[in-house]
């Protein structure tokens, strides 16, 4: 399942990380951040289309990477989603990701919507958004 | 083939290889002077055919990647440049043999080589030799480059040569299998014979041939053999080389160079470019119409040399498009992929194809390319290949816009400088490397960048890379620099520190900084990067900085010039909203008072400790500009996580002009960090710019009575600085002895007493202070330390006579004289109306204090100056409050006047109430003593003159001018009151205390007991004979008239009449009973009521009547006036006539 998961404001610093063994903490966070190139890249290709029929969901970001499957997904704000998942999950399909990522979206709206909440701070006290989390990275495990 | 050269690009297919090296001793400054001219000739127009020839220079190529020379004609190394030193002709043989050997190393390979002497000169170098050149030296050889030239055409001719010969040599007899070193042993023991073996020996020279087509610049004829090429080893299916990939590649290397002209390995761009043979913005762009121009027969340059080029197959159709050739890059490397030991190639297909992409911005497939490179194994690499691996992966990530990647790979290829496997570690290097990871993290080492708005970039990865610096810059030896970033840390990514983490830092930067104190200078790394100072702004946080006023005492004040200060001379306008406009924003920076030279003015900061420790600021100090500025630190502990924390730096200015405070310094865990105020954000300012006037003096007093406690009321105003109290009972006077000592170091040449009456909702009668400035101004100029006294006598007389609720009617006719409205203009400044209304409600429950004692409270203004101060019109302002508790003595309860038997004269019948708790004696002029026990009350009658108050003096002419009729009356009333009181001259004396004072009238005496007192301006004068009769009783006879006259004169200032006078006689009973009927007692001769007319001012006029006394007895005589309804407005005391006393007496006759 999801090994890392990561929301990274448009201005490319991270507004939430959190991964799994978290001893190895800064090593996600080198993934995520360089996995941003991609997505980088992905948008300024996708700028082009129209902004109403872009599709979220980047989908794979780095195709082989040792065991771990990087996955991408960009609101329309441009916040970016990064999911890290295990690879050795085999049964993981396209539709199951977008599917978290959609979930996670939502839940990011929500956060959005707490007025306490000053966008472009770190999502720091919202017991709902880490639950979810927690929930996408015990799924199916 | 192990050693990668990741440098490589699509366009070095097209070059020939040449080596330089040196042999024997020579100094890698002078090779690499020589090395340098050689390669600048790197592109070379071969004469009598538009083709170019280029060539590749290495001073260092392993002889095994030599090897694959048949593989990939471009590896092969054609020509040898050897330099040489050679200083004798003794030495020339040996060197001449070293060359020879050097040779042999590429000799199986080499077309020509070339062998440059330094140094020799004499016979040999006389020797016209075609492979060797003399130089005299290495600044003396102008002919390097035509040398180079004269060589390169040499190789060329062999190229040349060699390609004719095997393109033309398809006689189909032997073409002899060219092969790679590791497949050698592979074809041992093949049959040679088989159609299978031909085609792949003749697919083989096809694509050998192709690749010298390709650098003999014929381009369009290695796309043809390469195509063939292709075609012939797919069919055998000969992957390495045979099979396509080789072939494949070189086709793409060719549409490569054909589609970008420009080069795709960056840094050789400029040198392809220098050849002229496209402008500059030429470079770089894809030739979308490169397929037409093929078509173009006029533009092909193909010489026709070889017939194999035939002419069916379409030009156009050879060359590979842009996608075409990603996509046979792909299948390259795919079949590269298949075999182990082409490891390098496979890479080196990668890093060409990514180059290829990166210019057809297609950053996606290149990353894959990319990917696909890192997981190429190649056999174990030492560290340094690891480090060069590495940074060239970076390198291509960076071109290919994936700056996060480029940082990451930088950063590893940082880490492997220092791998713990090595003996040395890198240190230097790894901090360069780790220096240039920066941008991909965004992280710049200017603190600027960070000091507005949110952070910008990850974190997490900055602080670790920061950490790295720090500790790179430290084991490489240069703590300045480790401290330098480790404050940048402190500073930027305060807010992401854990608390521990926090701990951990400052600890190491006190370490640091034990060694090596951080500085606010720029440090400039050898490579020209300059690491800008880092102020720890954060440490304390400072939220708002105040410039403070002097304190009162010493604020200077300017003196008020001619024009008023606040007219500005610029516009004639008094006002103008444009100015207003203007004046606010100049405000808004400078603020509007002043310090003064000398003296200490202090600066108030709000600071706070973000810190989880107590943090301790040392050397904190202000930063200013403008004026010379004696800045005294302070060092301060805040206390962990503390909230706003007042912190106050001082400094005294030196001299005059305009300061301004720029910001602050301070020394925290060693670091020197000067903070400036527009750097900081969020900081609150309201100014800081100060003007700085001349020194003044400095003036101190002391006083001879006890400080008080009290302040005066906040209302006031003002702000004092001492307090002194007194207390008097009313009446009393006091001297008070004030010390005047300049302190300072000016002399004071100036000084000026003012005071200030501040409760005036009491009445005050009289000279509250008053003094004689002479005295102490006949001391003047007081030097530094000197003393001058100046006596002030406090006078107090208040009326307590109010606060009695016993007193509700005083006078005759119940008008209460505290009821009278009373406000003197003076009065009126000082306090506004509505605040006396508003005390008085207090004031009337106060009778149930026992104390009764009544506040004055008064300020003394000593405005001095002196020094350069004075001169430039500043003046100090100190005040002195005084605060005088006053109880009452003796009051007057009650005021009632009694007619004498003058006219002129009057009793004043004074209750007298001694509300001392002492025995107290009272006397008035020239009466016997009045004893008056503590709380008791008496009647005093005083036997007084009428006072003629017309005769008094008016007031003084100025205050008129301006006063209503209301204040007039009251000028009038007070002065009167004086006057009585003066006349009357009541003191009390409280002998226990030793204590006199004056009681004082003035407070009771209401306008019925005036008029009482007043003599009347109607003088009536009764005479009986003749006589004036006062107060004796006069005499007559019974039966004998009496002549009566009343006599009128006129002193007021109008004519008055006409008046009527009865005179009525009655007898008094004594026991309250008059008795008006005297008809049969008493008549008169003549009329009873005499008519009077018109008395003009100053005149007088008479009645005259008789009477006629019938019996004997004590009788009276009344004499009434009737006033016409035309003077009803005299008043009736005008008219108090006197009555006669007559007694009749029995007659002698």
């Known amino acids: 399942m999801a090994v890392c998961v990561a929301v990274i404001a448009k201005e490319n610093y991270p507004l939430y990380i959190r991964s799994v063994p978290t001893e190895n903490e800064l090593k996600f966070h080198y993934m995520v951040h360089t996995s941003l190139d991609v997505v980088d890249e992905k948008i300024s290709a996708m700028g082009k289309a129209l902004v109403d029929q872009r599709e979220l969901y980047l989908g794979l970001l780095y195709p082989t990477e040792d065991y771990k499957k990087r996955y991408g997904y960009v609101t329309n704000s441009k916040v970016k989603f990064v999911m890290v998942v295990d690879s050795s999950n085999t049964a993981l399909r396209d539709n199951e990701i977008r599917s978290m990522f959609r979930k996670l979206h939502n839940s990011y709206t929500d956060v959005m919507c707490n007025p306490f909440y000053n966008p472009g701070d770190r999502i720091q006290s919202s017991r709902a958004f880490d639950s979810m989390v927690t929930s996408m990275m015990i799924q199916v495990c | 083939m192990s050693v990668p050269d990741y440098m490589q690009c699509a366009e070095d297919h097209q070059t020939l290889l040449v080596v330089v090296q040196p042999v024997g001793v020579v100094s890698e400054e002078n090779f690499f002077r020589i090395y340098k001219r050689i390669c600048s000739v790197s592109q070379i127009s071969v004469r009598d055919s538009q083709r170019v020839l280029y060539i590749r220079y290495r001073h260092h190529y392993p002889p095994e990647n030599n090897e694959w020379g048949d593989f990939q004609t471009h590896r092969k190394v054609v020509g040898l440049v050897t330099i040489t030193d050679c200083c004798s002709a003794k030495d020339w043989p040996q060197t001449f043999e070293k060359f020879h050997m050097q040779k042999e190393i590429y000799g199986s390979t080499l077309y020509d080589s070339r062998l440059f002497v330094f140094g020799l000169q ?20 102008p002919g390097v480059e035509k040398r180079i030239e004269d060589f390169i055409e040499s190789l060329f001719i062999v190229l040349e040569s060699k390609r004719l010969d095997r393109a033309t040599d398809k006689s189909g007899d032997k073409v002899p299998l060219l092969c790679v070193p590791f497949e050698k042993k592979d074809f041992v023991g093949l049959d040679t014979d088989s159609r299978h073996y031909k085609k792949r020996c003749q697919g083989r020279m096809r694509k050998h041939v192709g690749d010298l087509c390709l650098q003999a610049g014929m381009l369009q004829d290695s796309l043809v053999h390469y195509h063939m090429a292709v075609e012939l080893l797919r069919a055998v299916n000969d992957f390495l080389w045979l099979g396509g990939p080789a072939a494949l590649e070189g086709l793409c290397s060719a549409s490569v160079i054909y589609h970008y002209p420009g080069g795709t390995g960056g840094k050789n761009g400029a040198r392809r470019c220098q050849g002229g043979s496209l402008p500059a913005e030429a470079t770089n762009r894809h030739r979308p119409g490169a397929q037409e121009v093929l078509i173009d027969p006029g533009a092909l340059t193909t010489n026709g040399i070889n017939p194999d080029t035939s002419a069916e197959i379409g030009r156009a159709k050879n060359c590979l498009s842009p996608e075409d050739i990603i996509e046979k890059y792909k299948e390259a490397i795919s079949y590269y992929g298949k075999y182990k030991n082409a490891g390098v190639i496979e890479l080196e297909a990668c890093v060409k194809a990514v180059r290829v992409l990166a210019i057809q911005k297609r950053s996606m497939e290149a990353s894959e390319f990319l990917q696909n490179a890192v997981y190429i194994n190649l056999r174990q690499l030492s560290e340094e290949e690891k480090i060069q691996r590495y940074s060239v992966l970076s390198e291509l990530y960076e071109l290919i816009g994936f700056r996060r990647k480029s940082a990451f790979f930088k950063r590893v290829a940082a880490m492997q400088c220092v791998a713990p496997s090595i003996a040395e570690p890198g240190w230097r290097a790894c901090y360069k490397l780790l220096l240039e990871t920066l941008p991909g993290y965004s992280l710049s080492l200017d603190p ?106 010493l604020r200077p004040q300017k003196m008020k010039s001619l024009l008023g200060q606040n007219v500005s001379a610029k516009s004639p306008f008094i006002y103008s909203p444009i100015i207003a406009h203007s004046r606010g924003e100049e405000r808004s920076k400078k603020i509007d008072f002043q310090w003064v030279q000398g003296d200490v003015c202090e600066v108030q900061l709000m600071v706070y400790n973000p810190m989880p420790f107590e943090l301790r600021v040392e050397n904190m100090g202000l930063l200013t500009s403008g004026v010379e500025f004696e800045s005294l630190p302070a060092a301060l502990s805040l206390p962990a996580e503390s909230g706003l924390y007042p912190v106050t730096l001082v400094g005294v200015p030196q001299t005059t002009g305009t300061i301004s405070v720029n910001g602050y310094h301070t020394t925290v865990f060693g670091v020197f960090s000067d903070c400036l105020l527009d750097n900081l954000p969020g900081i609150k300012n309201n100014g800081s710019t100060v003007e700085v006037i001349p020194a003044l003096p400095r003036l101190q007093i002391s006083t001879s009575l006890p400080r008080s406690a009290h302040s005066l009321q906040p209302a006031s105003g003002d702000e004092v600085s001492t307090h002194v109290s007194v207390q008097l009972f009313n009446g009393e006077t006091q001297q008070l002895v004030i010390k005047l000592e300049n302190i300072g170091v000016e002399p004071l040449e100036k000084l000026e007493v003012t005071s200030k009456v501040l409760t005036s909702k009491e009445k005050l009668y009289g000279d509250f202070l008053s003094w004689k400035l002479e005295e102490a101004l006949a001391q003047f100029p007081l030097q530094p330390g000197q003393v001058a006294t100046l006596t002030v006598n406090i006078q107090v007389k208040l009326d307590f006579s109010c606060q009695e609720n016993l007193l509700q009617d005083l006078s005759d006719d119940g008008i209460s004289v505290s009821g009278f409205p009373l406000c003197s203009p003076f009065r009126q400044v000082v306090r506004p109306r509505v605040e006396s209304k508003a005390s008085n409600p207090p004031e009337g429950s106060k009778p149930g204090d026992p104390s009764h004692t009544k506040v004055l409270e008064a300020i003394l203004n000593f405005k001095y100056s002196g020094g350069p101060g004075h001169v430039e019109g500043y003046y100090r302002d100190l005040s002195l409050g005084l605060r005088v508790e006053v109880e009452p003595s003796v009051f007057f309860t009650r005021v009632s006047t009694l007619p004498a038997t003058s006219t002129r004269q009057c009793h004043l019948l004074l209750d007298v109430f001694n509300s001392t708790e002492h025995e107290l004696s009272l006397s008035a002029r020239g009466n016997e003593e009045l004893i008056l026990h503590a709380g008791e009350c008496q009647r005093m009658a005083i036997q ?206």
Not at chain 2, 500 to 526: A, F, N, R, W
Not at chain 2, 999 to 1007: D, I, Y
Not at chain 2, 1051 to 1080: C, E, I, K, M, W
């Open chain 2, 122 to 141: 004499g016979e040999i170098a006389e020797q016209p030799r075609t492979d060797v050149a003399f130089y005299p030296s290495y600044e003396a050889c």
């Open chain 2, 448 to 553: 600027q960048d960070f000091s507005k708005g949110t952070h910008r970039g990850w974190a997490a990865v900055q602080m670790r890379l920061l950490h790295e610096l720090v500790y790179a810059s430290r084991r490489m030896g240069n703590p300045a620099l480790s401290v330098r970033h480790l404050s940048f840390l402190l500073q930027t990514m305060l807010d992401f520190l854990s608390d521990q983490e926090k701990k951990d830092v400052t600890q190491s930067l006190e370490s640091y900084t034990s060694k090596c104190p951080g500085t606010m200078e720029l440090i400039t790394l050898p490579d020209g990067l300059s690491l800008p100072p880092v102020p720890l702004t954060k440490l304390p946080i400072v939220r708002h900085v105040k410039l403070l006023n002097l304190p009162a005492s």
């Open chain 2, 944 to 1149: 007084v003159d009428k006072f003629n108050f017309e005769s008094f003096p008016e007031s003084p002419g100025e205050k008129g001018q301006f006063a209503s009729p209301k204040q007039l009356e009251e000028q009038r009333q007070e002065a009167r009151g004086l006057e009585i009181n003066s006349k009357l001259g009541i003191r009390w004396r409280i002998p226990s205390l030793k204590r006199t004072g004056e009681a004082s009238v003035e407070g009771v005496l209401n306008q019925l007991a005036l008029e009482h007192l007043q003599l009347a301006p109607l003088q009536w004068d009764v005479l009986v004979d003749g006589q004036p009769c006062d107060c004796e009783a006069a005499a007559c006879q019974v039966g004998d008239p009496m002549r009566l006259e009343v006599r009128l004169t006129n002193r007021s200032p109008r004519s008055v009449g006409p008046f009527a006078l009865t005179v009525v006689p009655f007898q008094d009973h004594q026991n309250g009973v008059h008795n008006y009927d005297l008809h049969s007692a008493v008549s008169f001769v003549g009329s009873s009521t005499f008519y009077l007319d018109a008395v003009q001012p100053a005149g007088q006029s008479a009645c005259l009547g008789a009477l006629l006394f019938l019996y004997t007895g004590d009788f009276f005589l009344h004499v009434r006036v009737h006033e016409d309804s035309t003077s009803k407005e005299l008043p009736p005391s005008w008219f108090c006539l006197p009555s006669v006393h007559v007694r009749a007496l029995e007659g002698q006759a």
